[in-house]
């Protein structure tokens, strides 16, 4: 499965926001599936085999994250030493002096990636136990940026972020096609939305969830966030507290 999945997401990465143009307050748009496509590559090959019963599906890539890495959540010490992932990581044409690209060597660590991964991983142990039945990726993967910040697609003006925003659709049908989830948990609000609008009418049995998004901009992320994503899990019976893997 991993061939149709790298596939797919290659003519993806090449495609996606192509051609369009956004004004003031975006000033650079990054695309960590192009430039970084030698981690991804990695993670898709490792990790995106088999069926996978519960997909969890980002916004869109942060500043230390993804953006640095190619990888959902991808905080560097996370994809360096939890996922054990190794590749190159290019320098976009276009780059803000504001939002250098330095891949795995990037010193910041992204607090949203430190928390999701850690969470995960500590629960299952080892990210291949965790990744044999779930699945992460983003619904957007580019990352739209100014001098100061990153700027959601949920902030971008309708007209200019539609186009994109219907790539991310058909892509995300793809590859729920290509993965056959029962469940697909949005890692906010947003996400959860934008996959059921997309996959409702295609998947009329697949099930959707959400959980608290980790970003430390968030004070309720602030209080005990894996605590809390432990009982929305379970409250929504995405996992099952009664099975010995939570999740069967």
Known sequence: MSLKLIQRTQRFAEEVGRGSVFSAPVTHVYNPLQYAWSLHHAYLERYGNGRKKIIFLGMNPGPFGMVQTGIPFGEVNAVKNLLGLVGTVQTPALTSPYRPIE???C??????????????????????????????????????????????????????????????????????????????????????????????????????????????????????????????????????????????
């Open 103 to 105: 891949g795995l060597l």
């Open 107 to 248: 010193k910041r660590s992204e607090v949203s990636g430190r928390r999701f991964w850690g969470f995960f991983i500590d629960h299952f142990k080892t990210a291949d136990a965790f990744l044999n039945n779930h699945f992460i990726f983003n619904y957007c993967p580019l990352a739209f940026l100014d001098k100061t910040r990153n700027i959601t697609p949920d902030k971008i003006a309708a007209n200019e972020i539609l186009p994109v925003l219907n790539q991310c659709d058909e892509y995300l049908r793809d590859v729920t096609e290509i993965i056959e989830p029962e469940w697909v948990v949005g890692v906010g609000k947003y996400a959860r939305k934008k996959a059921e609008v997309a996959l409702s009418k295609k998947f009329p049995t697949l099930r959707f969830a959400d959980i608290l998004h980790p970003s430390p901009a968030s004070p309720l992320a602030n209080k005990d966030w894996p605590g809390q994503v432990l009982k929305q899990l379970y409250a929504q019976q995405v996992w099952r507290p009664s099975s010995s893997e939570d999740f069967i």
